[in-house]
Each structure stands twice: as C-alpha cells, then as structure tokens.
C-alpha cells in the first residue's frame, strides 16, 4: 500500500462553555473572524469556526455542549476548557480509515460520518496516539 499522507493542517479544535464568547475573546486579542458557526442537533455540539482569511492559516474550532451528555460536555466535566482535537484534511477519508487501521490504530469511527461545514470525518483514538485525539476530514 502507498504511503498515506495526510493533507494541510485544517482546524485545532477547543472545547469551552460559551463558544460566542470566545469567539468575541479570539477576534479581539487576536484577529480572527468567525467563518462558520454551525449546530448539530445530533451531537449536541454548537462549533464555531474562526479563521485568518489573509494569511489562509488553519482554523480554530470552538465546540460548545448544547445537550448534557454529549461528548464535549463529558470532555469538559472531566477536563475543564483546552484543546480538544486536531484536525488533518485528507483526499480519502475512507483510504485513511483502513491506513490507520492497517497501523494498528484505534478509530473511534471506522466509517466516516457527517461533519461540520460540508465535511465527512472519522477520528482516530487517543489512547492510540499518544493522548491527542485525531480527526480526518473531507470536504464533500
């Protein structure tokens, strides 16, 4: 099998308590601007993206509970606000799933689903990974 790689860094994602007012802390200390700000129902999560349109950086994520036993609310409770994610834009999502499986590690998703601002996603585990957690996105 060719060697995957995985593409441009595409967000680091953080969870927090109160994703707008972040987003207003981010724009004014430093610069950023809300690209994207979307809630998904299904997992219970607002995500609010910011970005530096002028420099074409990565973005920031900032992933809100909106539901108690959802997994950011989870995350929060046991770990308070930081970094929760960093994310990697693939061509195939499905070619990385099965390259990291073949590695012997451990998704969280072994089928991309649904993600934010028109994306698949799969996130590969932690405990695989030295303690980061890993998402796969693709645009769609």
């Not at 004014?28 to 074409?56: F, Y």
């Not at 994520?61 to 950011?72: A, G, Y």
Request: aromatic share 4%; net charge negative.
């Amino acid at each position: 099998m060719d060697l995957f790689k995985v593409g441009k860094l595409y967000h680091i994602g953080i969870a927090v308590h109160d994703a707008l007012k972040v987003a207003k802390l981010y724009s004014d200390v430093l610069g950023l601007e809300i690209e994207h700000d979307e809630t998904v129902p299904d997992q219970g999560v607002r995500a609010i993206m910011l970005s530096n349109d002028k420099s074409n950086s990565s973005a920031i994520e900032l992933l809100e509970p909106v539901v108690e036993n959802s997994s950011i609310s989870k995350f929060l409770e046991k770990r308070g606000e930081g970094m929760h994610h960093i994310c990697y834009l693939v061509e195939d999502i499905n070619v990385g799933i099965k390259f990291l499986e073949d590695k012997n590690i451990e998704m969280i998703d072994r089928v991309p689903r649904e993600g934010l601002n028109s994306t698949i996603v799969a996130f590969a585990h932690p405990k695989s990974l030295n303690g980061v957690l890993i998402e796969l996105a693709q645009k769609v």
